[in-house]
């Protein structure tokens, strides 16, 4: 059974630190991780992705600087590592894998994040 299964999330004061994991089981990500968000009453929107070969990256502009998405190609793992937290960064943090590059097929069951100020 494909599955992605999230780490990590918690409850954090303005200007700490959480490290998110994904882990893929049955499932490769092969082109892409990726990171996207929602918080209460907001879409889902993109945070950071990077391309499983190359290790390029890519950033949401909110978040440059301050986040940086990471894989471990041996564990089948990419990582968010979320530093200067900010309340705005408050949401349910998702983890999701791009096997085919085709688009995101496989998403993790969510992670909530909340920073306080």
């Known amino acids: 059974q494909a599955q992605l299964v999230e780490s990590g999330g918690g409850s954090v004061q303005a200007g700490g630190s959480l490290r998110l994991s994904c882990a893929a089981s049955g499932l490769t990500f092969s082109s892409r991780g990726g990171w996207f968000r929602q918080a209460p009453g907001k879409e889902r929107e993109f945070v950071a992705a990077?391309?499983?070969?190359?290790?390029?990256?890519a950033y949401a502009d909110s978040v440059k600087g301050r986040f940086s998405i990471s894989r471990d190609k041996a564990k089948n793992t990419v990582y968010l590592q979320m530093n200067s937290l900010k309340p705005e960064d408050t949401a349910v943090y998702y983890c999701?894998?791009?096997?085919?590059?085709?688009?995101?097929?496989?998403w993790g069951q969510g992670l909530q994040v909340t920073v306080s100020s």
């Open positions: 990077i391309n499983w070969s190359t290790g390029y990256r």
């Open positions: 999701a894998a791009d096997p085919r590059g085709s688009g995101y097929d496989n």
